[in-house]
Each structure stands twice: as structure tokens, then as C-alpha cells.
């Protein structure tokens, strides 16, 4: 089995500022996800990587950039954090095209 | 445009009912539907899934249901129990897409 893990668990940041969130997988995935849950709205796709270096936008990547430097990390950065983006960010990885995805415990994000 | 239905937004059963969350989806080349279990704190893990082709899968106390022609599925829960109380997530991919839409999510109590 693999473990996907989420740095920080919970991030605090003022209005304005640039934050970073870390995921690393040791499945030896292929493909990894950024997804925003927010409450009452379920999971919104930020960015994807299909591979390392390669960035795909998801239907919620304004305001936010990705970099997948290598295989089994990615991160997002919030580039300007504003009070309405307080949500859980979750980082996801899946290997092929038709399998399960599996998911991080998320990064749960205040901005003050 | 929400891609994904998902109704109830919550539920509560009686341990020992049976529990029925509902999804339509409006893309018909959609055809693989996994279902997600999520517990506070913790990232969405894939309970159960079913591909276009077929109309029920069943695992345990677990049955997904899919009809194609009305673009709906559901997820049956029998014999609830307190430990499966947590939100519940439907979702929809097309072959060869690497996104996944997700619903809202119900969040189900099952109360002793």
C-alpha cells in the first residue's frame, strides 16, 4: 500500500499573501490532483499533473499555481490568499487511466 | 453548471435502515461512477463503483444502482449502522478524462 501525505494540516494565512501546500505519494502514481472542498459544494478541481513537470488547469485554478517537480510531489500556492478561499484542500494521485483514486487527509486553510 | 446531482444534502436513518443517496449527471459520455466515504478529518476514500455497462454492483451492505437512460444512480446502504455516518460523495468520469465531477455530498447520521 501507498499513503499520500498533505503538509500542513491546517495552514493559516493573512489576506493577501502567498501560501504553498505540499502533497507527496509514495504509490509511484502517475497522475495527481488539487482538489477544493468547500462545505455544501463538493470536491472542485484545481490543477492535475499527468507526469512530473507537466500541469493541467482544472475548472478553479485562477488564483492559484502548481508545480510538479517531481514524480511523487505536488504543490499548490495560493498566489493571493482572500477570505473566501477558507476551505479543505486535497491532494489526490491515481496510476492509468481507469483506476481508483486515492486521496490525502487535506489541508484545511484559514485566512485571517 | 453542476455537473453532478446529489440529493439529499443530509439524511438521518435509524441504525438498522436502509440509506438511499440519489446522482443524476447531464454528460452522456460519462461512464465510470465511483462513490466516496469521507469521515471528518479525513480524505474521501472510494467505497464503491460502477462502470456504464452495468446496473448494479453490490459489495456487502453497499449496492450502487445505474440507469443510463435516465442518467441517475444511487447508492443503497441496508442494516445502517452508526460507524457508516459520514458524507458521501458520488462522482463521474469519462474514458480517457483524467477529472473527476463530484456532487455536493450527503452527509448521513445514523443514530443507535
Known amino acids: 500500500g501507498g499513503i499520500i501525505t498533505q503538509t500542513p494540516k491546517f495552514l493559516i494565512g493573512q489576506e493577501g499573501q502567498k501560501l504553498t501546500l505540499k502533497c507527496q505519494q509514495n504509490f509511484n502514481h502517475d497522475t495527481m490532483y488539487w482538489y477544493r472542498q468547500d462545505s455544501g459544494k463538493g470536491l472542485r478541481l484545481i490543477y492535475y499533473?499527468?507526469?512530473?513537470?507537466?500541469?493541467q488547469k482544472g475548472d478553479l485554478s485562477e488564483g492559484y499555481d502548481a508545480s510538479r517537480e517531481k514524480k511523487s510531489s505536488f504543490s499548490l500556492t495560493v498566489t493571493s490568499a482572500q477570505k473566501n478561499e477558507m476551505a479543505v484542500f486535497l491532494c489526490?494521485?491515481?496510476?492509468?487511466?481507469?483506476?481508483?483514486?486515492?486521496f490525502g487527509k487535506g489541508t484545511r486553510l484559514t485566512v485571517v | 453548471q453542476q455537473q453532478v446531482r446529489q440529493s439529499p444534502q443530509s439524511l438521518t436513518v435509524w441504525e438498522g435502515g436502509t440509506t438511499v443517496l440519489t446522482c443524476s449527471y447531464e454528460d452522456s459520455t460519462f461512464n465510470y461512477f465511483p462513490w466516496y466515504q469521507q469521515f471528518p478529518g479525513e480524505g474521501p476514500a472510494l467505497l464503491i463503483s460502477?462502470?456504464?455497462?452495468?446496473d448494479k454492483k453490490e459489495d456487502g451492505r453497499f449496492t450502487t444502482f445505474f440507469n443510463k437512460r435516465e442518467k441517475k444512480l444511487s447508492l443503497h446502504i441496508i442494516d445502517s449502522q452508526p460507524g457508516d455516518s459520514a458524507t458521501y460523495f458520488c462522482a463521474a468520469r469519462a474514458t480517457g478524462y483524467q477529472n473527476f465531477y463530484f456532487g455536493k455530498g450527503t452527509s448521513l447520521t445514523v443514530i443507535p
Open positions: 499533473s499527468i507526469t512530473e513537470n507537466d500541469l
Open positions: 460502477i462502470l456504464s455497462v452495468s
Open positions: 489526490a494521485s491515481r496510476q492509468g487511466k481507469n483506476t481508483e483514486v486515492f
